[in-house]
């Protein structure tokens, strides 16, 4: 069983940049996949961002490619999402996410159902 828990949330203006951090308790996250998820105000669960099995791979969705940058400290065992240019439409609850499914190739680990487990997630705010 792993835990994971996000940090670094916030209220920002657009154009602000904010770094988000998940942290898995119980075991290593060498050991999974890692993705980010968002689900802004009365909209669905989305894919933001992910690695893959290897650690190196990585998988980003057309609406933050080129503003976020998903890395891995595995000294600190820590993801982050570092989030630059923020919009008003990227505001949502951000979650982090492992999973133990094994894919490769394009189209990895951009689905919900491919995680095991989920952080409570951090709540990011864009003003206008």
């Known amino acids: 069983q792993v835990q994971l828990v996000e940090s670094g949330g916030g209220l920002v203006q657009a154009g602000a940049s904010l770094r988000l951090s998940c942290a898995p308790s119980?075991?290593?996250?060498?050991?999974?996949?890692m993705g980010w998820f968002r689900q802004g105000p009365d909209k669905e669960r989305e894919f933001v961002a992910a690695?893959?099995?290897?650690?190196?791979?990585?998988y980003y969705s057309d609406s933050v490619k080129g503003r976020f940058t998903i890395s891995r400290d595995n000294v600190k065992n820590t993801m982050y999402l570092q989030m630059n240019s923020l919009k008003p439409e990227d505001t949502a609850v951000y979650y982090c996410a492992a999973s133990s499914y094994y894919c490769a190739g394009s189209g990895c680990y951009v689905a919900s159902h491919e995680y095991d487990y989920w952080g409570k997630g951090t709540l990011v705010t864009v003003s206008s």
């Open positions: 690695f893959g099995w290897s650690g190196v791979t990585t």
């Open positions: 119980g075991r290593s996250f060498s050991d999974y996949a």
